[in-house]
């Protein structure tokens, strides 16, 4: 869900919120839950999301907000979705990148986070 506060500026503040859920049980799901091995996995969002972030943004990057805002902290990635055959991060303005940019994200393929023991069931289809 985006959000966007009106503080009297230039343009609105953006915000965005996500929430996954269980469809069996309706509790909210973290990545506690969508991984069984959890060790390592800030890093390998971190070094995933940046790559495509900066490959995406090419010469509009700003490196600084770039390695701030993918910086291997579990904070930068908690706005997710489950997709098909992955997960998607979002990232909103100013986190990665100015706000010109827009808002972000990065889906990162099932295959790629293999190590970490993904519960298959929360991708299954219905």
């Given at each position: 869900s985006f959000i966007n506060t009106s503080m009297g500026g230039a343009h609105p503040e953006p915000g965005m919120a996500t929430f996954v859920y269980?469809?069996?049980?309706?509790?909210?799901?973290?990545?506690?839950?969508?991984?069984?091995?959890q060790d390592g996995i800030t890093d390998t969002f971190s070094a995933i999301c940046k790559s495509a972030l900066a490959e995406r943004l090419g010469d509009r990057a700003d490196a600084a907000m770039l390695n701030a805002g993918t910086a291997p902290d579990m904070a930068n990635f908690d706005l997710f979705s489950l997709v098909r055959d992955g997960i998607r991060i979002y990232f909103p303005p100013y986190?990665?990148?100015?706000?010109?940019?827009?808002?972000?994200?990065v889906t990162i393929p099932l295959s790629d986070l293999a190590t970490f023991a993904p519960h298959s069931g929360f991708w299954a289809l219905p």
């Open positions: 269980d469809k069996r049980d309706g509790r909210r799901l973290s990545y506690n839950d969508l991984f069984m091995n986190q990665a990148a100015p706000y010109s940019e827009g808002y972000l994200d």
